[in-house]
């Protein structure tokens, strides 16, 4: 099993940034990549970021681009959320989530495991 533990969440203005954490533990050696999902009040859940377990290959839904950037620590088995330029639309709970497939297989999915959601809150 793995278990993932999502922080960073937080109320900020329209411009402002925010830095999420995703840490890992458990059988890490099984994870092939991880994501970032977010889902807003009456909508459905959304693709939002992807990154390989190696770090080397990312993915980020359009409307995010050039705004959020994703990252790793390989030592500390975390992933980092840096957004930048929140807007009011970015305001969700976002869920850290990761797979065992394999990162060419599909960075939008399936993904086996999933966090307990943090809270993201950008006023106007």
């Known amino acids: 099993q793995v278990q993932l533990v999502e922080s960073g969440g937080g109320l900020v203005q329209a411009g402002g940034s925010l830095r999420l954490t995703c840490a890992a533990s458990g059988r890490t050696l099984i994870i092939a990549k991880m994501g970032w999902f977010r889902q807003a009040p009456g909508k459905e859940r959304e693709f939002v970021a992807a990154?390989?377990?190696?770090?080397?290959?990312?993915e980020y839904v359009d409307s995010v681009k050039g705004r959020f950037t994703l990252s790793r620590d390989n030592a500390k088995n975390t992933v980092y959320l840096q957004m930048n330029s929140l807007e009011p639309e970015d305001t969700a709970v976002y869920y850290c989530?990761?797979?065992?497939?394999?990162?060419?297989?599909?960075?939008?999915?399936?993904?086996?495991?999933w966090g307990q959601g943090t809270q993201v809150t950008v006023s106007s």
């Open positions: 989530a990761a797979g065992f497939r394999p990162y060419y297989s599909g960075p939008k999915g399936p993904y086996d495991y």
């Open positions: 990154i390989s377990w190696s770090g080397v290959s990312t």
